[in-house]
């Protein structure tokens, strides 16, 4: 069923009152393909959860809501569970699915925002863990042909918050599945981020089981990061820039508290919210638009924010960090 001139403000993270000229709400595969069959001609705009975007007009486009339902074990060894979800499940609800069966993998990345489907395009990550790392394959229609084809890890090609649905292959294919190798045993336990270590500790846990590193995850989340159903976000706006070493020697002459992550021998990861911190924007505001007072990686829509707004806050972000730092941090969102 199409409608018109729909509002996407309930479809958007950020709350951002945009509108779309023609919208269709997506349930299952087969409509996808005969709605991509029947407006073969149309302009598209795929739309997933919605929390990993900023929208900064109206999208004069046929919006397909990907809401497809579903959640299937594939297969299940000794050692892993293959599960395999659709792109409309909510992505911390499955990820409670799969803790409460005992299946290891996914729970340093519970309460990020978003659905299933969009989580390959971001290569989405938390705390030590990234999608590539449980991925086993991903299903996709392809726009053109309306036929299904299978994407194996190596062939997502996947990069820090990148995928081939950012480049190559973007607006070429919609994400309709998603089948992870979780481990049914010996779990591979990630802690080694100190915060979820702290947290683990202040809970007077030793021996954390995947349950506990989840709701540890959950308790440091919901401390610093603000809830988008009370202020619009979309978690963190900035990718964390991944520098030379000798930028981050230059720093250190100024800032010898300066946090890093080693990436190799000659690249370190520096966090943007640190950054902004240090040019005075944590908890910076301008009319609705904002930055979080608790994590300056976090821009958010007061209430009555337009897109343009948010935008412009954070090219100014952009700028000052660099201006001081000589480090330019890119948008994790997508800009549309």
């Not at 339902?69 to 499940?89: C, D, M």
């Not at 021998?265 to 910076?284: C, D, H, M, N, R």
């Amino acid at each position: 069923m199409i409608t018109y001139n729909v509002s996407l403000k309930n479809f958007n993270t950020f709350g951002i009152d945009a509108k779309a000229k023609m919208f269709i709400e997506i349930v299952s595969i087969s409509q996808l393909q005969s709605v991509l069959k029947e407006f073969k001609n149309e302009k598209l705009f795929i739309l997933g959860g919605g929390s990993n975007m900023l929208l900064t007009q109206d999208i004069d486009a046929l919006v397909l809501y990907i809401n497809i339902k579903g959640i299937t074990t594939v297969s299940s060894t000794n050692q892993h569970t293959v599960i395999e979800a659709n792109a409309g499940e909510n992505w911390h609800e499955f990820v409670l699915f799969t803790i409460a069966q005992n299946l290891g993998g996914l729970e340093n990345l519970s309460l990020i925002p978003g659905n299933v489907g969009t989580t390959p395009v971001q290569n989405i990550g938390a705390y030590g863990v990234e999608i590539k790392d449980i991925l086993l394959y991903c299903k996709a229609v392809e726009v053109a042909t309306g036929e299904i084809v299978t994407f194996t890890n190596a062939q997502c090609a996947f990069e820090y918050r990148e995928s081939i649905f950012k480049k190559e292959l973007k607006n070429k294919y919609i994400i309709v599945s998603v089948a992870f190798q979780l481990t049914n045993n010996e779990h591979q336990i990630h802690t080694q981020y100190g915060v979820i270590e702290a947290q683990l500790q202040s809970m007077q846990i030793t021996n954390p089981t995947i349950k506990n590193v989840s709701d540890a995850v959950i308790a440091i989340r919901q401390s610093k990061l603000p809830d988008p159903k009370v202020i619009g976000n979309s978690g963190s706006f900035f990718k964390n820039p991944i520098v030379e070493k000798s930028i981050l020697t230059q720093i250190q002459t100024k800032y010898p508290e300066v946090p890093f992550y080693t990436v190799n021998e000659s690249l370190v990861k520096i966090p943007a919210g640190w950054l902004i911190e240090q040019t005075g924007y944590k908890g910076f505001k301008k009319g609705d638009a904002g930055v979080h007072n608790k994590q300056a990686l976090v821009l958010v829509n007061y209430g009555g924010a337009t897109g343009q707004e948010l935008l412009a806050l954070s090219q100014e972000i952009q700028q000052q960090v660099f201006n001081k730092f000589g480090v330019a941090i890119e948008a994790e969102v997508n800009i549309i």
